[in-house]
């Protein structure tokens, strides 16, 4: 006889906490599902603010970098938050609020209206990732993190493939103006973060099971850390663990430049594909729906960009390589969260997920109006891949110094 036939209430017990497992996993994927919504949208909305407010690239550039930058600020300090009061609570309040923020966005009359609320949502929808992993990591144990997180960032690819395709049924389908790209969207987000709040639970011990006992430190001085301090550690306590910790250091430089690689891919692609002359091409797919190939292709992996610079922005053969693109560029992406409750144990997952989405959004949230400029400059669109390119190889260079 096994174990489960001698002990058939621990079988069902384990078949049970299998069952809450997943549906957390699940849950926080739904609610990511819809968050980028709130904030992936912009580079469509960029062609018509630049028709009403004749505003420059660059400019532009510029919003996108304050919404980046209030991003990464948030993730420094709300993953923290996290580990402090729950990545439950905090994720739906980011849903909510984000929702909120770019509604006042779609009423700018200007610059500083615009870049004000865009900002602010910045911070807002940093109320969302780390919170997620913080809560994921409370139910699985270091052995299937790897796989939970792949998941979980496939969910984030595929919230660009909706953030996507919502921006252009407002566009092209509803016939709308670049306001309701902030207004239309976001009301899914919203009710993500609330189905997410009321089916998601925080730990296993809230639904009557066991805590995992193998949060997965590697670090000897950290294990020794978290058993004297356990659930009573202090936010200065978390932060100083993370950050003395050299190898998740490492980890965020690398995935900075992966982000500043990403989002130029996200925020600028749309507007290569929807320049003045997008109804002109070879392709007898309409350019905004190429640009879908994007972020499907960040769903499901930077070689690639050379390749894309060297095509016509309206090519057929610009959809592969886009999807192709995408999927090198975002692909890594999964193995570097994982990395975080790994090297510093599951009670400062959350703070240390935001301490490395801070880097990672601090590379991107500087390109942007680098490469705003650079459009500017040069009349020529099909830059953007160089700029991914070489973004890319200084991310794969830092990373070959990461160690478990």
């Known amino acids: ?5 001698t002990m058939p209430g621990l079988a069902v017990r384990t078949a049970s906490f299998r069952v809450a497992q997943w549906r957390m996993l699940l849950a926080a994927m739904f609610c990511y599902l819809f968050f980028y919504t709130g904030r992936q949208t912009f580079g469509f909305a960029i062609p018509g603010i630049q028709a009403e407010f004749g505003l420059s690239k660059e400019t532009l550039g510029w919003a996108s970098a304050a919404m980046l930058w209030a991003y990464a600020i948030g993730q420094a300090i709300n993953g923290n938050l996290a580990d402090k009061f729950g990545g439950r609570r905090i994720m739906t309040l980011g849903a909510v609020l984000s929702c909120a923020a770019n509604w006042v966005t779609s009423f700018a009359g200007g610059f500083t209206s615009l870049i004000l609320p865009w900002g602010v949502n910045g911070y807002f929808q940093a109320l969302g990732w780390a919170p997620g992993s913080r809560l994921i990591s409370n139910w699985w144990s270091a052995g299937e993190r790897g796989k939970v997180y792949g998941f979980y960032t496939f969910a984030a690819g595929c919230a660009s493939i ?6 252009i049924v407002v566009l092209e389908v509803l016939q709308l103006e670049w306001r309701w790209i902030f207004r239309l969207p976001v009301l899914l987000m919203l009710a993500g973060g609330i189905i997410f709040y009321l089916v998601a639970r ?24 978290e058993a004297a301090y356990g659930e009573v550690e202090t936010s200065a306590q978390r932060y100083k663990a993370v950050l003395k910790n050299a190898r998740l250091i490492i980890a965020a430089v690398s995935l900075g430049f992966q982000n500043a690689a990403r989002y130029g891919l996200i925020v600028w692609v749309p507007v ?11 392709s007898m797919i309409d350019p905004k729906w190429i640009t879908v190939a994007l972020p499907v292709g960040m769903a499901v992996g930077a070689a690639t960009s050379l390749w894309m610079w060297s095509l016509p922005p309206h ?3 610009g959809l592969v390589a886009l999807f192709l693109c995408g999927f090198f560029v975002y692909g890594p992406a999964s193995s570097f969260w ?6 510093v144990g599951a009670k400062r997952a959350g703070t240390a997920t935001g301490v490395m989405n801070f880097s990672s959004y601090l590379f991107a ?9 650079l459009l500017d400059s040069s009349a020529n669109t099909s830059l953007i891949f160089i700029v991914v390119t070489s973004a890319c190889l200084c991310s794969a260079a830092v990373a070959m110094f990461i160690r478990r």
């Not at 909706?162 to 921006?167: K, R």
């Not at 009557?208 to 950290?222: K, Q, R």
């Open 162 to 167: 909706l953030s996507y395709v919502t921006s």
């Open 202 to 225: 925080e730990r296993p011990q809230d639904m009557g099971f066991e805590p995992l006992a193998d949060t997965g430190v590697a670090n000897t001085d950290d294990k020794l850390q």
């Open 272 to 282: 290569h594909f929807l320049g003045a002359n997008w109804k002109s091409g070879d």
């Open 338 to 343: 994982a990395l975080c409750p790994d090297l």
């Open 315 to 317: 090519s057929a053969t």
């Open 365 to 373: 949230g500087l390109a942007e109006p680098m490469i705003g400029r």
């Open 1 to 5: 006889m096994n174990r489960a036939q």
